[in-house]
T-cell receptor, first 112, second 116 residues
Framework: QKEVEQNSGPLSVPEGAIASLNCTYS??????FFWYRQYSGKSPELIMF????GDKEDGRFTAQLNKASQYVSLLIRDSQPSDSATYLC????????????FGSGTRLSIRP | DADVTQTPRNRITKTGKRIMLECSQT?????MYWYRQDPGLGLRLIYY???????NKGEISDGYSVSRQAQAKFSLSLESAIPNQTALYFC???????????????FGPGTRLTVT
């Protein structure tokens, strides 16, 4: 079992709709959870992090965390073509808060 | 100027050659990381360093070595390159004092390495 699992996609969403990206993790001791966006050929950039159960909103992005179910998700409202990218879920390792384990990413495509 | 730089950006080398990838940062961060990215496998941690005297193996350190020459510099070496080390390599940094952002990692632009 991978430590951080994501559906590889591609996930195709019409422009203006809500895109929902999901991630599960295996380490119950993980404390912090991240969503990185990576455009093709570019480096990852952090768009959201969350460490408490519940929802965290930032503009069009909402991160949701459920530690009991070991599940974290990212919602993108009013999806734009510029949101087309690969989204990487990442979690901190229990053994070291500065060691981050990445999922393999979900490729999101927003169709006009 | 970019906060995290990597050199070279692209490199093609032959099997058995020694190659060094370099990473420099101007962010003043104490923690530095090397990852490789392969299609469908996401980012995998090779080595990480919490300060100049503290270097740790990641999940895929075999075939690699690192050197933390200074707080701002972290180099990755492939002593004898093999074709399955063909990948995109990223350097990243984080700040141990950055509790508010849960140790956000900042990535360099990447080095595309091809071993023939």
């Amino acid at each position: 079992q991978k430590e951080v699992e994501q559906n590889s996609g591609p996930l195709s969403v019409p422009e203006g709709a809500i895109a929902s990206l999901n991630c599960t993790y295996s380490d119950r001791g993980s404390q912090s959870f991240f969503w990185y966006r990576q455009y093709s050929g570019k480096s990852p950039e952090l768009i959201m992090f969350i460490y408490s159960n519940g929802d965290k909103e930032d503009g069009r992005f909402t991160a949701q965390l459920n530690k009991a179910s070991q599940y974290v998700s990212l919602l993108i409202r009013d999806s734009q073509p510029s949101d087309s990218a690969t989204y990487l879920c990442a979690v901190t390792a229990y053994s070291s808060a500065s060691k981050i384990i990445f999922g393999s990413g979900t490729r999101l495509s927003i169709r006009p | 100027d970019a906060d995290v730089t990597q050199t070279p950006r692209n490199r093609i080398t032959k099997t058995g050659k020694r190659i060094m990838l370099e990473c420099s940062q101007t962010k003043g961060h104490d923690r530095m990381y090397w990852y490789r990215q392969d299609p469908g496998l996401g980012l995998r941690l090779i080595y990480y360093s919490f300060d100049v005297k503290d270097i740790n193996k990641g999940e895929i350190s075999d075939g690699y070595s690192v050197s933390r020459q200074a707080q701002a510099k972290f180099s990755l070496s492939l002593e004898s390159a093999i074709p399955n080390q063909t990948a995109l390599y990223f350097c990243a940094t984080s700040d141990s004092a950055d509790l508010a952002n849960s140790y956000e990692q900042y990535f360099g632009p990447g080095t595309r390495l091809t071993v023939t």
